[in-house]
């Protein structure tokens, strides 16, 4: 079957559709991947995300209507928290999870434990600054934005000692090398995964897509991002959340205060 992805121009975003791409290219279909949006913009910087993430997935969604093109991608974090189904389309598979671990990247390979104290840190999200405070409180976090490249240019002396961003990021872009420790903290609700989204309609093309569907990665999405919705919250709160199997599917979840003094965290097993 010939396939068109729709993606934004974005190093991740293209790089995402390509991962899909491959995937798809490997059951024998002809996949050509197709820019629609030219947003630029790969930043994790979570307010500036949550404000584009209706604009991106409008604009990619039209396409997808008009035809232009026959599947979507998404990052599952760019798509607006709540929603379940957009009127004549579907969301048609769940890929199998990428690394939902937050990485360190640092100067000389440093750990977070080995930062020298007042070491400078760049975070994006209230989620890992206040999981990092209740860890170091001694260091200094910065908030910082740009995408993925011109964060990581920052960790050298006199900027940045360290920087703290997604592992599937960075794999995604085969960064992975830059990663100085994986990270013990909660990650953000659907973190590594990617959404594929069709016309309703379509049931050749979603048929296509069921093939790549990962079921056990849709359930924890569900219960992942259902989670921050009965909380009433957001992405931009410092909650973190995360589904995996250990002998029984577990949900394990915090709320953190930003100054990394207080925490709720709590874990619930769900039969399989």
């Known amino acids: 079957m010939k396939l068109t992805l729709g993606s934004r121009a974005s190093t991740l975003a293209m790089a995402r559709a390509n991962q899909v791409a491959t995937q798809l290219r490997t059951l024998g279909h002809d996949v050509e991947v197709l820019v629609i949006s030219r947003s630029e913009g790969d930043s994790s910087h979570m307010p500036k995300r949550i404000k584009a993430q209706r604009e991106y997935a409008s604009t990619l969604r039209d396409a997808l209507r008009s035809g232009q093109v026959d599947v979507l991608v998404h990052s599952v974090k760019d798509l607006p928290l709540g929603e379940k189904t957009v009127e004549g389309l579907r969301i048609a598979a769940y890929p199998k999870r990428d690394d939902w671990r937050d990485a360190l990247v640092a100067r000389d390979g440093l750990t977070l434990g080995a930062l020298p104290r007042r070491s400078r840190v760049g975070v994006t999200s209230l989620r890992r600054l206040a999981q990092l405070r209740g860890m170091r409180d001694d260091l200094i976090y910065l908030d910082v934005e740009g995408t993925l490249n011109e964060r990581l240019a920052r960790v050298q002396p006199g900027d ?113």
Not at 165 to 177: A, D, E, Q, Y
Not at 188 to 198: D, F, L, T, Y
Not at 215 to 233: D, F, H, K, V
Request: proline share 3%; net charge negative.
């Open 160 to 272: 940045l000692d360290a920087l703290v961003v997604s592992s599937s990021s960075l794999g995604r872009l085969g960064l992975l090398g830059r990663v100085s420790e994986y990270l013990d903290i909660l990650p953000a609700a659907g973190q590594g995964a990617i959404a594929i989204e069709c016309r309703a309609d379509d049931d050749a093309v979603a048929e296509a897509l069921a093939a790549i569907d990962h079921e056990e990665t849709g359930i924890a999405i569900a219960a992942e991002r259902g989670l921050l919705g009965r909380l009433g919250s957001t992405y931009a709160a410092p909650i973190g959340s995360l589904v995996r199997r250990q002998g029984v599917l577990s949900l394990k979840a915090g709320v953190f205060a930003v100054d990394g003094e207080e925490k709720i965290v709590f874990e619930l097993g769900m039969p399989t």
